[in-house]
């Protein structure tokens, strides 16, 4: 009983040596006397201890750094190149059995291939081109790469170039240049805004100047407008005394501004401002004789009647 019970033990323990749990992030080969013999899927597998091995494939994306380095551009420049690179194992028998059997440590070859094919595309670009096509060089990059890499079971998920860094005076020269260039575009700015102000306020002004001239243009037009009426008027009521209503006009305008004027006794304004005004003081208390009162007649160059306002009929 003893013999059996040891027996069954042994058994157990040999059954249980053999247990492999595969995750689901990984696939395993497993060889038996060192050939292929099947992948093992995630979940429960059961290898033969001591005659049956195992090997785990990681399936999920990996990132690799190539590592900085130093590439000489067609210039003749030393930049500092970095990139980074997305891969996976594919997740299909073939692939898997490729990342193992086809290529000895791929990810140490996926860097050095990384680098190689870094120094291929960026040694035939110049440093400023090589900056500004950052997008060509990952594309580049990645074609190459997945092109090489397609027999070893791996995918090329992306291709980042992290830095391109030139020499430290270059970098001082190529920033001063970048200084000098922003402020030639700021000074042109400058100078087409205070062009365009300038141009404005003197259009404005030329707007306004032209403004005035149309207005004193019409002001003449509307007085010589008025004269020529008038003189028309007067042609045709006023045969013969066109002039001494022109000097009436003149002391409307004076009476309307409150301006003194001298109007001679005999002249014929004296009977017409007399017809304007309606009313001639009369004699009263310290009227001299020499003095016209009301109802006397003013003579004039025309003829004489009484004012009006008077009492003589």
């Not at 399936?59 to 420049?77: C, Y």
């Not at 087409?192 to 002001?219: H, P, S, Y």
Request: hydrophobic letters at 40%.
């Amino acid at each position: 009983m003893l013999a059996i019970a040891i027996g069954i033990f042994c058994v157990a323990m040999y059954f249980v040596v053999g247990i492999r749990l595969v995750r689901p992030t990984s696939r395993g080969l497993v060889e038996r006397f060192g050939k292929y013999k099947r992948l093992a899927q995630p979940g429960f597998n059961w290898v033969i201890p001591g005659i049956d091995r195992l090997i785990l494939v990681n399936i999920t994306e990996v990132m690799v750094n190539a590592e900085p380095q130093e590439i000489i551009t067609s210039d003749k420049l030393n930049a500092r190149v970095d990139a980074q690179v997305y891969f996976k194992v594919r997740s299909d028998e073939e692939s898997v059995k490729n990342s193992q059997y086809s290529v000895f440590d791929y990810q140490y070859q996926m860097v050095n291939l990384a680098r190689t094919t870094l120094r291929n595309i960026i040694g035939t670009l110049t440093l400023k081109s090589a900056n500004s096509e950052r997008g060509m060089i990952n594309s580049d990059l990645q074609k190459t790469m997945r092109d090489e890499t397609n027999h070893w079971g791996i995918e090329i998920v992306r291709t980042e170039l992290k830095e391109i860094d030139p020499p430290k005076d270059v970098q001082e020269t190529m920033n001063k240049v970048v200084k000098a260039e922003n402020e030639k575009v700021a000074a042109v700015d400058f100078a087409t805004a205070t062009e365009t102000m300038a141009d404005g306020a003197r259009r404005a002004e030329i707007k306004k100047a032209e403004g005035v001239k149309q207005a004193k243009i019409l002001e003449a037009e509307g007085e010589a407008q008025a004269i020529q009426l008038v003189n028309e008027a007067a042609d045709k009521y006023f045969v013969g005394n066109a002039q001494l209503l022109r000097r009436l006009i003149t002391v409307e305008k004076s009476l309307a501004t409150n301006t003194k004027i001298v109007v001679p006794m005999n002249s014929e304004l004296v009977n017409i401002i007399g017809d304007m005004a309606g009313i001639i003081p009369l004699a009263g208390r310290g009227t001299s004789p020499e003095k016209p009162y009301a109802g006397a007649p003013v003579k004039s160059g025309l003829s004489e009647r009484p004012l009006k306002g008077s009492g003589s009929p």
